[in-house]
């Protein structure tokens, strides 16, 4: 049950779809990594994590951050994605997998074969960056997370 309720919320996730990029300043908040600062746009009810970043050029600000309901092994896919990013997991303060690079879609593949991407533990809070970022601000498993 625990692993339908975390597909269910996975394809909410990203399933959205939204053509602004300007983030809501209400929505910013701070988050560090290893020192470093990033204002990102935070999502946390389920038609937050539904619009997620689907249907951006871009993503508008340093990140988004995405709080989920509960501790899981989330999969997200890129449905409707215009641009790669890096996935940062993150559980209990730290980094615990980097998703790297992760392509978007063709458009003309059917959802039932879009790739599905996940950490490899459970996590509370996914981050997600311009692809590259996470080597770019020299982000790694370990590393240490704050919520400010």
Same mark, same amino acid.
């Given at each position: 049950m625990k692993k339908i309720f975390a597909i269910l919320i996975a394809s909410i996730i990203l399933s959205g779809c939204t053509m602004g990029v300007v983030p809501n300043k209400s929505n910013l908040e701070t988050i560090s990594i290893d020192n470093h600062e990033f204002q990102v746009e935070v999502r946390r009810t389920p038609d937050e994590l539904a619009q997620g970043l689907s249907g951006r050029t871009e993503?508008?600000?340093?990140? !988004?951050?995405?709080?989920?309901? @509960?501790? @899981?092994?989330?999969?997200?896919?890129?449905? /409707? !994605?215009?641009?790669?990013? /890096? !996935?940062?997991w993150i559980d209990d303060e730290k980094v615990v997998d980097i998703s790297s690079n992760v392509p978007f879609p063709n458009p003309e593949v059917p959802l039932n074969k879009l790739p599905t991407y996940s950490p490899k533990q459970p996590v509370t809070l996914v981050l997600e960056l311009d692809a590259g970022g996470a080597e770019r601000f020299d982000i790694k498993i370990g590393s240490l997370v704050v919520l400010k």
């Open positions: 993503i508008g600000s340093d990140g !988004m951050l995405f709080y989920l309901p @509960q501790r @899981q092994v989330a999969s997200f896919w890129m449905k /409707d !994605m215009l641009f790669a990013i /890096d !996935m940062v």
